[in-house]
């Protein structure tokens, strides 16, 4: 029986890590989830991640590889869409919404600053479906960090767990959602996800590697943390500074663990993400009982021991909780699409800093009305 309100919307995701697109499909009415629909994930070429790469840190405004990168991705994102519903015998006319985050390239929120790549315009066009675009742009004009944005997706699935709760994404950065037992949300990024460990697997793997990133945990199984290197990278102010804090994906700069085996490098890397968890928690207002994790950092199994050896609540990936652990940044944008086109809020003071609760994105439909 269909529920009044509920639109279809797909979301879709380029997250820190820069993998790929991860592309789901969710049912909402922006407040509540009736239910998961297919996910799946376009995996860029390395020769895409390159070029990528190189815009980071580029106003895209001026520079021309910026917005030749930004044309691509736009391309590789109606590519995502195209095979999801191709895949799973979906029509685009089943959409509702498409909610585009498109890629970060420039995030400084204490300048004001946040960028996004990507045409929402040109991807409407190319599938055929009105897509929501720009999500940030709003909450950092009114005061906010403009990240992190997922918290009120969070905040949806955990209507019926026991709380309070943390969930944590474990992408290129790592935040944490905290929900009160009355539903009150605190949001903050923690520190570095997986984006250290993986460049630094990148640029200090041997050739015969097939992925830049430590699969299975295996090199930081096989190394030892470097305690003086760690403690070098934890000596930053940021992690004793009061939320609302957001990250860029390069605001720490591995230089301490430069020279350390590619083992004893990735066993300091992967110690740095769970010591900042950890420092987390002392600014939270009050412990979990319980860690959700999210995010590809949660198939590492030396990253989840090292949390769960630090965390004093159980540690548990999102699948522990029916979730799709893969694909909830997508899904997250999904209902903030839906949210969006219903003007309700998509950033709040605890989530982003921002003044009030506030709406965001933009709206392209596909004959450019």
Same mark, same amino acid.
């Given at each position: 029986?269909?529920?009044? %309100?509920?639109?279809?919307?797909?979301?879709?995701?380029?997250?820190?890590?820069?993998?790929?697109?991860?592309?789901?499909?969710?049912?909402?009415?922006?407040?509540?989830?009736?239910?998961?629909?297919?996910?799946?994930?376009?995996?860029?070429? =390395?020769?895409?991640?390159?070029?990528?790469?190189?815009?980071?840190?580029?106003?895209?405004?001026?520079?021309?590889?910026?917005?030749?990168?930004?044309?691509?991705?736009?391309?590789?994102?109606?590519?995502?869409?195209?095979?999801?519903?191709?895949?799973? =015998?979906?029509? /685009?006319? /089943?959409?509702?919404?498409?909610?585009?985050?498109?890629?970060?390239?420039?995030?400084?929120?204490?300048?004001?600053?946040?960028?996004?790549?990507?045409?929402?315009?040109?991807?409407?066009?190319?599938?055929?479906?009105?897509?929501?675009?720009?999500?940030?742009?709003? =909450?950092?004009?009114?005061?906010?960090?403009?990240?992190?944005?997922?918290?009120?997706?969070?905040?949806?699935?955990?209507?019926?767990?026991?709380?309070?709760?943390?969930?944590?994404?474990? %992408?290129?950065?790592?935040?944490?959602? #905290?929900?009160?037992?009355?539903? %009150?949300?605190?949001?903050?990024?923690?520190?570095?996800?997986? /984006?250290?460990?993986?460049?630094?697997?990148?640029?200090?793997?041997?050739?015969?590697?097939?992925? +830049?990133?430590?699969?299975?945990?295996?090199?930081?199984? *096989?190394?030892?943390?470097?305690?003086?290197? &760690? *403690?070098?990278?934890?000596?930053?102010?940021?992690?004793?500074?009061?939320?609302?804090?957001?990250?860029?994906?390069?605001?720490?700069?591995?230089? +301490?663990?430069?020279?350390?085996? &590619?083992?004893?490098? /990735?066993?300091? &890397? $992967? *110690?740095?993400?769970?010591? $900042?968890?950890?420092?987390?928690?002392?600014? &939270?207002?009050?412990?979990?009982?319980?860690?959700?994790?999210?995010?590809?950092?949660?198939?590492?199994?030396?990253?989840?021991? *090292?949390?769960?050896?630090?965390?004093?609540?159980?540690?548990?990936?999102?699948?522990?909780?029916? #979730?799709?652990? =893969?694909?909830?940044?997508?899904?997250?944008?999904?209902?903030?699409?839906?949210?969006?086109?219903?003007?309700?809020?998509?950033?709040?003071?605890?989530?982003?800093?921002?003044?009030?609760?506030?709406?965001?994105?933009?709206?392209?439909? +596909?004959? %450019?009305?």
């Amino acid at each position: 029986m269909a529920v009044e %309100g509920v639109k279809a919307a797909v979301g879709l995701m380029s997250g820190t890590s820069m993998d790929g697109i991860d592309a789901a499909v969710v049912n909402t009415d922006g407040e509540r989830v009736f239910g998961f629909g297919p996910a799946q994930t376009l995996v860029y070429d =390395d020769g895409f991640r390159d070029r990528l790469r190189a815009v980071l840190g580029v106003d895209p405004d001026d520079s021309d590889e910026s917005q030749a990168v930004a044309e691509e991705l736009t391309h590789l994102h109606a590519e995502a869409v195209k095979r999801l519903l191709g895949d799973n =015998d979906l029509k /685009a006319d /089943a959409i509702d919404a498409i909610g585009f985050h498109g890629h970060t390239v420039i995030h400084k929120p204490d300048r004001g600053i946040t960028r996004q790549i990507g045409d929402g315009a040109l991807l409407a066009r190319e599938t055929g479906i009105p897509v929501v675009s720009d999500f940030r742009a709003a =909450d950092v004009a009114g005061g906010g960090q403009g990240a992190p944005l997922a918290p009120l997706y969070h905040a949806a699935l955990t209507r019926n767990l026991d709380k309070p709760l943390a969930v944590l994404n474990l %992408g290129g950065v790592a935040n944490v959602t #905290w929900i009160s037992p009355d539903g %009150g949300l605190v949001a903050f990024d923690s520190g570095p996800g997986n /984006a250290l460990i993986d460049d630094w697997v990148r640029e200090n793997g041997e050739g015969d590697m097939d992925t +830049p990133m430590d699969k299975d945990g295996r090199l930081a199984h *096989a190394g030892a943390v470097i305690e003086d290197a &760690l *403690a070098e990278l934890l000596d930053d102010p940021y992690f004793a500074r009061a939320y609302p804090k957001s990250l860029d994906r390069g605001a720490f700069d591995p230089a +301490p663990v430069k020279g350390l085996s &590619l083992a004893d490098g /990735a066993a300091t &890397l $992967t *110690a740095f993400t769970a010591r $900042t968890v950890e420092k987390a928690v002392h600014i &939270l207002p009050a412990p979990p009982n319980r860690w959700l994790v999210c995010g590809g950092g949660r198939r590492n199994p030396a990253l989840m021991a *090292a949390l769960r050896g630090l965390l004093l609540q159980p540690v548990e990936p999102a699948e522990m909780a029916g #979730w799709q652990g =893969d694909a909830l940044e997508a899904q997250a944008f999904a209902y903030l699409a839906v949210r969006s086109l219903k003007g309700l809020p998509l950033s709040l003071p605890g989530t982003t800093g921002v003044t009030q609760p506030t709406t965001g994105g933009v709206l392209h439909r +596909p004959d %450019g009305s």
